[in-house]
């Protein structure tokens, strides 16, 4: 059978969970050939504007809610994520080809200015800056966030490509925040980069998340052609004060890090450890001074 009858017959099993399609022992394709079939899938039936025109109306016919996503991508036999994020990046287009980018600074800086408690001579003193800043940040916001994967890579690349991508963000962070911060190259190491901090050495492990998502303090599942993934060699292993002494969690759209040290993620439970909420990490989001608390403990 090839993959595009496969898909054609799977679609609703594989939008309803893709890791049903984790095991080649028991699927003729697994779920990175499904991905990346889909992928370009997609990237196809965009360059005809027919059928683009035809999938934004079903959107908006569906009332731009999200839930009804699925069922597009069924109907239209794509992945549902891939989907999603092309409708995001659409709409955002659209929203805000109708709107100024320094008239939204001016009005958020103008919403400021109406708190109360807030002295307009403390306005007055940081408006330029802060009119800047919200600019480029607006932009970004304009954008949907840092600009992903235009070239639509192989699955297995773009998961590589953006690992190492966030391991570099956090990187140049660290850098611009006046840390002496290098890369590790071997990729078996537990840690993928290191802080020199008075002469301390300070392991950190970095993950990228995107908006939205949580963390888990777990490597993911070795997978691929071949491998059987529900073999414990094959599972991910916890992550612990022995193999890092500073989880960097980077958001991916915006750049900005969660710096968590080890500390409190060895007080969780196995369970509570695979998922871990980012509301409940929050006091650690751009705390740098994390780098400086581990290193003189």
């Known amino acids: 059978m090839t993959i595009e009858d496969f898909v054609e017959q799977n679609i609703v099993k594989i939008n309803s ?31 005809n504007e ?38 995001q990046a659409t709409v955002f287009k659209k929203v805000f080809s109708k709107l100024g980018i320094d008239d939204l600074a001016n009005k958020t800086i103008d ?34 966030g840092f600009t992903a994967d235009l070239q639509h890579t192989d699955y297995g690349l773009r998961v590589a490509n ?48 995107t908006a939205g998502s949580n963390i888990s303090f777990f490597d993911r599942d070795r997978g691929g052609q071949g491998i059987d993934h529900t073999h414990e060699r094959n599972r991910g292993q916890r992550i612990t004060k022995a193999d ?11 750049g900005t890090c969660y710096l968590i040290p080890m500390s409190f993620a060895d007080e969780l439970d196995a369970e509570d450890a695979k998922n871990v909420k980012l509301t409940e990490v929050a006091k650690y989001l751009e705390r740098w001074q994390t780098i400086i608390d581990v290193a003189t403990q």
């Not at 027919?50 to 959107?59: E, F, G, H, S, Y």
């Not at 408006?127 to 919200?134: A, E, G, I």
């Not at 966030?166 to 660290?174: E, H, T």
């Open 162 to 209: 953006e690992g190492d991508s966030a391991q570099f963000f956090f990187i140049a962070r660290a850098m611009l925040a006046g840390f002496n911060c290098s890369n590790v190259d071997v990729r078996s190491s537990r840690y993928d980069a290191i802080v020199d901090f008075n002469s301390k050495l300070i392991r950190i492990q970095v993950k990228g998340i």
């Open 244 to 254: 890092c002494d500073i989880y960097v969690a980077v958001d991916k759209q915006v």
């Open 50 to 87: 027919t059928t683009a025109a035809l999938l934004l109306c079903d959107l908006i016919a569906n009332d731009y809610v999200k839930a009804k996503i699925v069922d597009i991508a069924n109907k239209f036999v794509l992945y549902k994520p891939h989907l999603e994020k092309y409708f």
């Open 17 to 47: 969970g893709i890791n049903a399609f984790k095991d080649a022992r028991v699927n003729e394709y697994i779920d990175v050939d499904i991905k990346n079939y889909l992928q370009a899938k997609l990237s196809k039936d965009l360059q």
């Open 111 to 144: 919403y400021i200015a109406e708190v109360p408690t807030i002295d307009d001579l403390e306005i007055k003193f940081i408006k330029s800056n802060l009119k800047s800043l919200v600019s480029k940040c607006l932009y970004v916001a304009s954008q949907g």
